[in-house]
């Protein structure tokens, strides 16, 4: 980048925030990295002085910090990144114990860890497809990011032991996002409808969907398999409801998609509405179905009953959870695979007559013992133990 473009990305930085103040943060017990999620990570340290740095400046910027980080990025030779440099002086000035995010795959949030030392990193996997973060969690731990009294809490006892880098402590505790969300106590269940979790997304956006890849082949299991899945629910006298993924004008498209291979009747389309809808609504369905939605992997950790979709047919276009898929899921009764839907009536029939104790030795089959065991109360108290408390 030319030193033109640096300043002109440096005059479009201060254009963009909503808010800008004069001086740099307020000393803080907690600093939380980026806006994902900020509501859920907030409750796990609510009695603690809190600041918000935006990597995004879309928000709010602090100056003398910036400008700090500005003449630090200077002096380096524009080594790294302005954002970098920005972060570390923010830090600086709010002296955290314990910095957290939920934009766990941003390297710049561990590239800190150096100038501080005296802090604790914690961070939160909101989703995953392929191995993208155990790259950035290598990459992190390369450059010193990481350190044994760090924690990333993971999805599954698979993904904690495959992600062990070596630095911090991997935490198979299931998402915060399901231990926040996903609550059985105040649900009443459906006896007459099951539910559908809806990976569908525009396909110009799909995250697995390479460019010149037919939509027709990316989708392909829930164009084989869906019409199955709903004759073998009408025949045991359930209806089946498609849990929206999509937001605004794109539900529109998400509707028309799912009519056009299950026609009008036997079941019903519901659109999400606000960020976390999905997760309010999983607790009310006797079963829920998934295709590749790593919500339906936070669903099965939170004590509900999930089965999953065969993803095969979708070649190494889509896979269900990369590491996980490969071995315990796909041997696993509670998937419904491709080449034997003559026998899913039966197959699911018996997973919704078996006891609770019973299905959940499947589920920790699947996602293991921790993200089952593991409460909002247990992440809690480990983000205490991290802030010396």
């Given at each position: 980048m030319s030193f033109?473009?640096?300043?002109?990305?440096?005059?479009?930085?201060l254009l963009m925030p909503k808010k800008i103040s004069l001086f740099g943060p307020a000393m803080s017990r907690v600093v939380i990295f980026d806006r994902p999620y900020l509501a859920e990570i907030r409750l796990l340290v609510d009695k603690e002085s809190t600041c918000v740095f935006d990597p995004r400046y879309e928000t709010r910027l602090f100056l003398a910090p910036f400008v700090k980080g500005?003449?630090?990025w200077v002096f380096t030779g524009f080594s790294l990144s302005l954002t970098h440099h920005y972060f570390v002086s923010f830090l600086r000035f709010s002296k955290p114990d314990l910095v957290m995010t939920a934009a766990f795959d941003n390297l710049i949030f561990y590239s800190v860890r150096k100038a501080i030392s005296k802090s604790s990193i914690a961070s939160f996997l909101v989703f995953q497809r392929g191995p993208l973060p155990i790259e950035t969690l290598n990459k992190a731990t390369e450059s010193g990011g990481l350190l044994p009294r760090d924690a990333v809490f993971c999805y599954t006892d698979t993904f904690a032991k495959e992600w062990n880098t070596g630095g911090a402590e991997m935490i198979s505790s299931g998402t915060l996002l399901s231990k926040v969300h996903i609550n059985q106590s105040d649900q009443e269940k459906l006896t007459s409808r099951v539910g559908f979790i809806s990976s569908?997304?525009?396909?110009?956006?799909?995250i697995n969907g390479p460019p010149g890849v037919a939509e027709s082949v990316f989708y392909k299991p829930e164009i084989a398999m869906l019409r199955p899945l709903l004759d073998s629910m009408n025949r045991l006298g359930y209806e089946l409801d498609i849990i929206g993924r999509c937001v605004g004008d794109i539900t529109k498209e998400e509707h028309a998609f799912y009519e056009t291979y299950l026609g009008q009747k036997g079941w019903r389309f519901l659109p999400r509405q606000i960020e976390i809808g999905s997760y309010?609504?999983?607790?009310?369905?006797?079963?829920?179905?998934s295709a590749a939605s790593t919500l339906g992997l936070e669903a099965l950790s939170?004590?509900?009953r999930v089965m999953f979709l065969d993803m095969t047919s979708a070649a190494n276009y889509r896979d269900h959870f990369w590491s996980t898929s490969e071995s315990s899921l796909r041997h696993s009764r509670l998937l419904l695979r491709e080449k034997e839907i003559t026998t899913w009536e039966n197959q699911i029939a018996e997973l919704l007559k078996v006891d609770d104790l019973a299905f959940e030795l499947f589920a920790q089959a699947v996602v293991g013992k921790g993200p089952m065991t593991t409460s909002f109360d247990d992440i809690q108290a480990?983000?205490?133990?991290?802030l010396g408390q």
């Open positions: 033109a473009a640096k300043i002109r990305k440096f005059s479009e930085l500005i003449l630090n569908y997304q525009h396909y110009g956006d799909a309010k609504v999983l607790a009310q369905y006797p079963m829920i179905f939170s004590h509900l480990k983000i205490k133990l991290m």
